[in-house]
């Protein structure tokens, strides 16, 4: 049973069980160097920043394209860590964050404006 690991992801070892897990480490960093400093928002669609979070991070986060269309925030991040701004984000548009097997889902009932 071979597994492939993608950056910022490890296996965790149940001794009980003799079971392997897939997980999101619990400090991801940066594998891609951004191509700005800043992390300022304004009325920014929240797919282009979870994209964003995708690629700087290595970390694959699946969500509902059509559903989040229509989700914008305006936010300021400066040293908060990956799962900070994800759950921040998250949180702005009432949606939740869930870890599988090394890969984050979101869920969320879409925005209304």
């Known amino acids: 049973n071979n597994t492939v690991l993608y950056p910022n992801q490890e296996i ?4 009980s069980g003799n079971q392997m897990t897939k997980t999101v480490v619990a400090n991801p960093v940066e594998v891609q160097k951004p191509e700005r400093k800043d992390f300022v928002y304004e009325d920014a669609p929240i797919v282009k920043i979870f994209d964003e ?18 989700c914008q925030i305006t936010a300021s991040f400066s040293n908060e860590t990956f799962w900070e701004k994800l759950n921040l984000i998250c949180r702005s548009v009432r949606a939740t964050v869930e870890e599988r097997d090394g890969e984050i889902f979101i869920k969320s009932e879409g925005c209304k404006y």
């Open 12 to 15: 965790v070892y149940k001794e």
């Open 53 to 70: 979070l995708e690629m700087l991070y290595g970390v694959s986060i699946t969500y509902d394209k059509d559903l989040l269309a229509n």
